[in-house]
């Protein structure tokens, strides 16, 4: 019987992120070099995360992937890709994971003029090479993706803007509106975009520069009247962006429309932005708001879709308060509910970059490196 050789298992957990200032568009289709930088929210992993175990050993022939227990195609190109970007990775760095002589990353999370980017920063560009959007989750709290200007995309790296305890406040309620596939996949819709809108030619060579630049002052400042009002502004133009491609793409549904209109009426009935909505490729709205508003909010939520079933779970995640709503509040707000229109609310906050995870239980590729039956 052949000796085993040592196992090498490494298991980490990643955040979602949430743009404020969207990405729509690659300048560069092989390297994923967008053609505006961007910015967003990574959300707690505590509601919300992705759970990766790699196994490495020299007695393994072949790379393998599992997605969700599933065996998944080991040749796409952009996992590939990302392989490739590892391995170089690992070269620079060695076993022990210090650099060695040829990199010497910077302690400070910031890419200096001409120095090196930040391990975290290095590591984006990994990812990036998966999906465009997900180098922003490589680092927790306010992250920027800077579209970089060199053609070989060394300079396309996410960076933070500030750390996720630097807005405590801040709370983010996700509205799931439909489990339906979307109907155009981004990287195909964004190429088509790129192809056919000149207003996203315009948003991305004026708009979103003094956008990206006012953003990262309301965040700083932590101003949520700037903060939401431009961060719908945002969703807002990327959708007339999707209805100037041609042919147009929608991702809104009359449920989105119908939450846009409710978050307005509300802000309306306050006198100032209490909620900002956005939306991705898809109909589902992400609500950023403050702790305090939080509760009366839901219940308006609650009141214009009344859960069909499941009202038990409507609201997962964190605990919400209850909250009474005033005469005049749900007169001025609450106009036609539509029972079932929302399927559930899930309240979490901005959270942390990746995570290691050291219980070895959690592993989910065995000693054998075969995905374990239940992790
Ligand atoms: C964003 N979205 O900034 C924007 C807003 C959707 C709307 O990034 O082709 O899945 O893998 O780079 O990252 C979705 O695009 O596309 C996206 P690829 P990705 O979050």
Not at 130 to 157: H, L, N, T
Not at 342 to 368: C, E, M, N, R, W
Request: include cysteine; aromatic fraction near 6%.
């Amino acid at each position: 019987m052949a000796e085993e050789r040592p196992l090498a298992r490494v298991t980490c957990t990643a955040p979602v992120n949430i743009a404020v200032i969207k990405y729509w568009g690659k300048r560069d289709n092989d390297l994923i070099l967008p053609i505006n930088s961007s910015l967003s929210v990574t959300l707690h992993q505590d509601q919300l995360k992705t759970t990766t175990t790699a196994a490495a050993s020299r007695d393994f022939a072949e790379d393998r992937l599992w997605l969700n227990g599933e065996e998944a195609d080991v040749g796409h190109p952009r996992l590939q890709a990302c392989l490739r970007e590892v391995s170089a990775l690992a070269r620079l760095y060695g076993a022990a994971g210090e650099p060695s002589e040829q990199g010497q990353p910077s302690e400070q999370g910031q890419p200096s003029e001409q120095g090196q980017p930040s391990e975290q920063g290095q590591l984006s560009e990994v990812a990036r090479r998966g999906s465009g959007s997900a180098c922003r989750s490589m680092m927790g709290g306010f992250v920027q993706w800077q579209r970089g200007e060199r053609p070989d995309g060394r300079d396309s790296i996410a960076r933070q803007v500030a750390p996720e305890t630097h807005w405590p406040e801040l709370r983010v309620l996700i509205l799931v509106v439909s489990g339906e596939k979307k109907q155009v996949g981004s990287t195909a819709g964004m190429q088509t975009s790129v192809d056919t809108s000149p207003l996203l030619k315009h948003r991305a060579e004026v708009v979103v520069p003094e956008r990206l630049a006012l953003m990262t002052r309301h965040i700083r400042e932590r101003d949520f009247e700037g903060f939401g009002k431009l961060t719908m502004q945002d969703s807002n133009q990327f959708h007339a962006t999707c209805l100037d491609t041609f042919p147009p793409i929608f991702y809104l549904n009359d449920i989105s429309r119908q939450i846009i209109a409710l978050a307005h009426r509300f802000n309306a009935h306050h006198g100032h932005t209490k909620v900002a909505y956005t939306f991705d490729a898809g109909p589902n709205a992400v609500i950023f708001t403050l702790a305090d508003s939080v509760a009366e909010f839901v219940e308006v939520v609650r009141r214009s879709f009344p859960p069909a079933i499941n009202g038990d779970r409507f609201v997962r995640g964190l605990p919400v308060g209850s909250a009474s709503l005033p005469g005049e509040l749900l007169a001025a707000v609450v106009t036609e509910p539509v029972p079932g229109g929302i399927q559930y609310i899930l309240h979490t906050k901005p959270g942390p970059g990746p995570q290691l995870v050291d219980d070895p239980s959690q592993h989910l590729l065995g000693a054998d490196g075969l995905p374990r039956r239940s992790p």
